[in-house]
């Protein structure tokens, strides 16, 4: 079911996302990628998905601060901690959108920030992700965190998130083939 507080927090992404296709379809076609500039549908749906993605993950930091029990988002509450996205009732630690967002030496560096943070701050460090598999283990000393059990440990319905999201892209979907696709 779509939960309406939620759908409120996210509501910004689709502005976002409309505004930056349109920026990106105001590009010169030869700065552009040669698909892209041969098939400008590929050009608005790239920006679509690059642009709501980027923001959805922002957004979600902030679903769980204004939603969950006892979370804050330091990008909005505090002065941005090194390698900490959310301060929890279990510890400090990052959400991420899906577990592949971060790959490779991303990783271990997010993972050393990770651990001299909450090593400085006296707290139990953690690695969320917010949609996909549900799981929660712990390596390390890290609490590995994601999908349905990461919400639950916060005190928000997983399906009614996962509902909103979908919500929230259909109707920026709409808006994009109602108000763009018929102009190129």
Same mark, same amino acid.
């Given at each position: 079911?779509?939960?309406?507080?939620?759908?409120?927090?996210?509501?910004?992404?689709?502005?976002?996302?409309? @505004?930056?296709?349109?920026?990106?379809?105001?590009?010169?076609?030869?700065?552009?990628?040669?698909?892209?500039?041969?098939?400008?549908?590929?050009?608005?749906?790239?920006?679509?998905?690059?642009?709501?993605?980027?923001?959805?993950?922002?957004?979600?930091?902030?679903?769980?601060?204004?939603?969950?029990?006892?979370?804050?988002?330091?990008?909005?509450?505090?002065?941005?901690?090194?390698?900490?996205?959310?301060?929890?009732?279990?510890?400090?630690?990052?959400?991420?959108?899906? @577990?592949?967002?971060?790959?490779?030496?991303?990783? @271990?560096?997010?993972?050393?920030?990770?651990?001299?943070?909450?090593?400085?701050?006296?707290?139990?460090?953690?690695?969320?992700?917010?949609?996909?598999?549900?799981?929660?283990?712990?390596?390390?000393?890290?609490?590995?965190?994601?999908?349905?059990?990461?919400?639950?440990?916060?005190?928000?319905?997983?399906?009614?998130?996962?509902?909103?999201?979908? @919500?929230?892209?259909?109707?920026?979907?709409?808006?994009?083939?109602?108000?763009?696709?018929?102009?190129?």
């Amino acid at each position: 079911m779509v939960d309406q507080k939620i759908y409120n927090i996210l509501l910004p992404i689709k502005d976002k996302t409309i @505004k930056k296709i349109k920026s990106n379809l105001k590009e010169d076609p030869q700065r552009l990628n040669i698909i892209k500039a041969a098939v400008p549908c590929l050009n608005v749906y790239a920006s679509f998905e690059r642009t709501f993605s980027t923001c959805l993950g922002h957004g979600l930091q902030e679903v769980a601060a204004k939603c969950g029990k006892g979370v804050i988002n330091t990008d909005k509450e505090e002065k941005k901690t090194l390698g900490i996205d959310l301060h929890t009732l279990f510890g400090e630690g990052q959400l991420k959108s899906n @577990k592949n967002t971060q790959t490779g030496t991303h990783v @271990k560096d997010s993972l050393n920030k990770l651990l001299e943070t909450t090593s400085m701050n006296g707290t139990d460090p953690f690695f969320a992700t917010a949609l996909g598999e549900s799981y929660e283990y712990v390596k390390d000393g890290v609490l590995y965190i994601g999908g349905q059990k990461f919400w639950e440990k916060i005190g928000v319905d997983y399906n009614d998130l996962y509902d909103t999201i979908v @919500k929230v892209i259909q109707d920026t979907y709409d808006e994009v083939e109602r108000t763009i696709i018929p102009t190129l």
